[in-house]
């Protein structure tokens, strides 16, 4: 299973970006996704997660009522939607495949990961 990241880029405080995370060639509807996050000096951070048929989610708390996380199976698609941006925010975010689909916000959880896309916030 190979994940790939789009969306990132460089946006003003305050401002919006919509990350996608798909699989060409494979099926995303038999795994939990989350999304995570790595400042330069920073240890590797869980933001959100989603069950594999999207009922459940899971926030961080840095994140909550800013990020919105959805999925798509028919479009094999997962989504994170990120309003008022921070500075903090600024960070390589991955997003990671659980085939036991239980939406722990922790990296050792997921077995499959993409190669991340950069998001930066400054003005």
């Known amino acids: 299973l190979q994940l790939v990241e789009s969306g990132g880029g460089l946006v003003q405080p305050g401002g919006s970006l919509r990350l996608s995370c798909a699989a060409p060639?494979?099926?995303?509807?038999?795994?939990?996704i989350g999304w995570f996050r790595q400042a330069p000096g920073k240890e590797r951070e869980g933001v959100t997660s989603i069950s594999s048929i999207g009922t459940t989610t899971r926030y961080a708390d840095s994140v909550k009522g800013r990020f919105t996380i959805s999925r798509d199976n028919v479009k094999n698609t997962v989504y994170l939607q990120m309003n008022s941006l921070k500075p903090e925010d600024t960070a390589v975010y991955y997003c990671?495949?659980?085939?036991?689909?239980?939406?722990?916000?922790?990296?050792?959880?997921?077995?499959?990961w993409g190669q991340g896309t950069q998001v930066t916030v400054s003005s």
């Open positions: 060639g494979f099926t995303l509807d038999d795994y939990a």
């Open positions: 990671a495949a659980d085939s036991h689909d239980q939406l722990f916000l922790v990296g050792l959880a997921y077995q499959y």
